[in-house]
């Protein structure tokens, strides 16, 4: 059993930043970040493979949002950055059993609770 915990959301204005973290109990696993808003799906954000050597964005956050990791430290990051109200969600960590990297929700078989991020306009 892999255990997540997501930390760092809160309420900022538009236009300012967040780094959301999320501890993982192992570093050997691909990971996403992804988000829900109220009323909505949830949906993809970012992903990282096992090295950092590769990631994906959605086409939302690309150029906005950074996806890392620390695996000494069993930590992944998202860095957001120009925080829009559109943002606003619970956003969600998971992990995958497979080293390749995918965008669907369903290709992640670990999650954590969430943190919510709220951008006031």
């Known amino acids: 059993q892999v255990r997540l915990v997501e930390s760092g959301g809160g309420l900022v204005q538009a236009g300012d930043s967040l780094r959301l973290s999320c501890a993982a109990s192992?570093?050997?696993?691909?990971m996403g970040w992804f988000r829900q808003a109220p009323g909505k799906e949830r949906e993809f954000v970012a992903t990282i493979n096992l090295n950092g050597g590769r990631t994906d964005y959605a086409d939302s956050v690309k150029g906005r949002f950074t996806v890392s990791r620390d695996n000494a430290k069993n930590m992944v990051y998202l860095q957001m950055n120009s925080l829009q109200p559109e943002d606003t969600a619970l956003y969600y960590c998971?992990?995958?059993?497979?080293?390749?990297?995918?965008?669907?929700?369903?290709?992640?078989?670990?999650w954590g609770q969430g943190t919510l991020v709220t951008v006031s306009s």
């Open positions: 192992v570093s050997s696993y691909v």
């Open positions: 998971a992990a995958r059993l497979y080293s390749n990297t995918v965008t669907y929700s369903q290709g992640y078989k670990y």
